[in-house]
């Protein structure tokens, strides 16, 4: 069995951050490890309170982890401050397995999840990783990215790394489509599907970055996992549970279920 770590917040109410990533690893039949980096007193409303952990017991967890299982892929989220930017630079460093960072700046509801302050410490990250995966607005944040200015992207495509901006939406022939854009140096490969037009979204960030991390790690192609994981989404979305009061939660294990259903198991195996 794949073994994965994430390496992210705590969301008490279950729909996103680390409790997200636990249920889609396990949705692509993979472990996973955790190393939680803040506390968050949170429900499908929004974010009440924050709790940060200490930057010496994210190491502590971390090493722990190292010193026992063979990570496959790490996925990394919300990280909030300096020094647990810090922390996870040092003990990620000197790996060769791919790295997944989605790079939380602010939840759905405003709430805000990094420290101004740690913003460009953040970037000082992503040259170990594999992929980068903001938001539009997170991408804005970072690089200065405004959709349809070509003198945004200098600092995109200049980057030693992926980077997959989420969220985009495109019209075409009267229809609305979610566009992902992967940049890799002057290389871009787009990634559509159409809009599902429904508030109910909560973890959907967190889990498309999670989803890439597990076909990573299961072998897949870096196209491959974005497409994947862009299917999985969707079903997740299509089939959004009814409960809280707020943005509902996406269905992780009705997703995995229907890649199966609708003949893509193909998608969930190891390649080999």
């Not at 190393?35 to 968050?40: C, E, G, K």
């Not at 952990?53 to 990280?79: H, T, W, Y």
């Not at 401050?81 to 405003?110: F, H, Q, T, Y």
């Amino acid at each position: 069995m794949k073994v994965v770590l994430t390496i992210a917040g705590s969301d008490s109410g279950g729909g996103a951050g680390i409790q997200a990533d636990i249920k889609t690893f396990e949705a692509f039949g993979i472990f996973s490890t955790t190393a939680i980096t803040v506390l968050t007193a949170q429900n499908t409303l929004g974010v009440d309170d924050i709790f940060e952990v200490s930057a010496e017991f994210l190491r502590s967890q971390l090493r722990a982890i190292f010193n026992d299982f063979k990570i496959d892929a790490i996925k990394i989220g919300m990280l909030y401050s300096n020094e647990i930017i810090e922390v996870v630079k040092d003990e990620i460093k000197n790996l060769d397995i791919p790295i997944i960072i989605d790079p939380v700046c602010v939840a759905k509801s405003g709430a805000k999840l990094l420290n101004l302050d740690a913003i460009q410490n953040l970037k000082t990250l992503f040259p170990y990783a594999t992929i980068v995966t903001p938001n539009l607005f997170e991408a804005k944040v970072l690089f200065g990215y405004k959709f349809g200015d070509s003198d945004s992207l200098n600092e995109i495509i200049n980057a030693p790394y992926h980077i997959l901006i989420k969220n985009d939406i495109l019209e075409m022939n009267e229809q609305l489509f979610s566009i992902d854009t992967l940049y890799h140096g002057r290389d871009k490969l787009v990634f559509k599907s159409p809009l599902i037009a429904t508030p109910n979204k909560n973890g959907t960030g967190c889990s498309f970055s999670s989803a890439i991390c597990a076909n990573l790690a299961l072998g897949k192609s870096l196209p491959d996992a974005i497409e994947i994981a862009k299917k999985f989404i969707s079903f997740g979305i299509e089939n959004a549970q009814d409960i809280g009061h707020g943005a509902k939660p996406i269905a992780h294990k009705k997703a995995g279920e229907m890649l199966h259903f609708n003949n893509e198991n193909y998608l969930l195996k190891e390649n080999k």
